[in-house]
């Protein structure tokens, strides 16, 4: 059974950096898709940013593009979302989410992933 585990979360001042990690265990090939969502408290989850497995492609909303990298290790299915410039706005549950497959969707799209995370708290001060 696959599994996500998020880590890296917690509380910064605006402007600051955090690291998220999501380590997924349980499978031995490489995810074709592994992405990142958040969740405000009242608000639905978004998405964040997402990595293919090949060819590098990149996709970011564009409320965190110049601020954040998503990066991938596919030897160990892990993926990293670095976060800098943060903003109050970036305050949310994060949500880290993986593809065993393709779906046929918007790697923006929630329905481009069977697999998710357990979340972790990102707490921007102003």
């Known amino acids: 059974q696959a599994q996500l585990v998020n880590s890296g979360g917690g509380l910064v001042q605006a402007g600051g950096s955090l690291r998220l990690t999501c380590a997924a265990s349980?499978?031995?090939?490489?995810?074709?898709?592994m992405g990142w969502f958040r969740q405000a408290p009242g608000k639905e989850r978004e998405f964040v940013a997402a990595?293919?497995?090949?060819?590098?492609?990149?996709y970011y909303a564009d409320s965190v593009k110049g601020r954040f990298t998503i990066s991938r290790d596919g030897t160990k299915n892990t993926v990293y979302l670095q976060m800098n410039s943060l903003k109050p706005e970036d305050t949310a549950v994060y949500y880290c989410?993986?593809?065993?497959?393709?779906?046929?969707?918007?790697?923006?799209?929630?329905?481009?992933?069977?697999?998710w995370g357990q979340g972790t708290q990102v707490t921007v001060s102003s």
């Open positions: 989410a993986a593809a065993s497959r393709m779906f046929f969707r918007s790697a923006m799209e929630k329905g481009a992933y069977d697999y």
């Open positions: 349980g499978r031995t090939d490489s995810y074709y898709l």
């Open positions: 990595i293919r497995e090949s060819a590098g492609f990149l």
